[in-house]
């Protein structure tokens, strides 16, 4: 059998890595407004680019913690006025290759379809806000000379302004932005989808969006603080995400923007989208654990296996096509040794959840049930 060589993580220097990181769990609306998360999710995010090497005075963490939470670090506010200055003032005025935005929160998609970011300082009458258009469009202008690369991550709902029946329209709120250009990067990883609530559990105090990236960001913690692969990272993403509507948890289906130089596409798979196929199905649910994104917990997965079944399997150094190009070959010759791959990957991640939609993909594929492997 050849044994695939790891792909090289691509490395960039963390003292040229920026992160503007909002967390907002309360607001000046009063206890209605109350959303208990994602102050404690925009910390572990601290943590997961602190813990990669870069500076304290790159990361700008800005929450409005519920009490009795208490963050452990220092913070500055999330009110209206100090994050536009952050988005207008601090953060071009710094030279950098890479910016994170990770923000949490209450949002709505206003009667533009733009989606506005509400400030901790918001109240019903004055619901002040960030427009998350107006930003990117900022940010991908040479009004920002610097952040060739960046990576957006937004927890918020995405509910259609009209159902919310404000009695007062939002105000506007639109960023500065100079001349258009071809020189930043700019993924967008957005949790609810169009008209859509972002699902939160409060009792554990945490967006699911969020608590499913901050474990897949987690898993690749290696190659960060580089932004990973989106096109690698959103279909584990969006598996993870289906297994939570079919348990009935959310309804949510995330959407992925990607705009570059290259391209300019908007992933965001319909609510009726046309069942897929058993291996494309297969497919999401074995790259939806963050295992299979490591070459080497992938290859410790695959050497579980037994050698007569591994040694006809050609192998790929990318995730997904691997995991195609394994599902593939043990679905056409060696069927029974879907439930070895089943039974070594839960091994390493017992999550029920995706265990359960690995299960019923396999089944699907056609892997013989003997053992009762998956049921519920």
Known sequence: MTTPEPRTARKV??????????????YD??????????????????????????PDANLRLHLAPLPPFVPDTGHAPADHSTLRRVLVRELPAHPGDVLWVWWGGHGVLDRAGHTRLFCADATTADKVAVDLESALTRYASDAVPGFAEQLWIVDACETFEEVLAFRDPLPPDVLPAGHRTLVHRQTLLRAAGRGREAANDPARATGLFSEILLDLLAGRSGTLPAPPDPEELFPAVRARISALRKAGRTAQYPEIRLQSPERTEIVAPPPKARPATPL????????????????TER??????????????????????TDATVILTGLARRHPGALWELYDAVVALDDDPDLGRELAEALRELGGADEHGHGRR
């Open 13 to 26: 220097d963390p003292a040229r890595v920026h992160a503007l990181i909002v967390g907002i769990e309360t």
């Open 29 to 54: 609306a009063g206890h209605a407004w109350d959303l208990p998360g994602p102050a404690r999710d925009a910390l572990a995010f601290h943590r997961l680019l602190r813990a990669a090497g870069v």
């Open 280 to 295: 494309l199905r297969a497919v999401d649910a074995l790259v939806a654990y963050p295992l299979m994104n490591d070459p």
């Open 299 to 320: 290859q410790a997965v695959v050497a579980a296996l037994n050698p007569r079944v591994t040694g006809t399997l050609a192998r790929h150094p990318k995730a997904r």
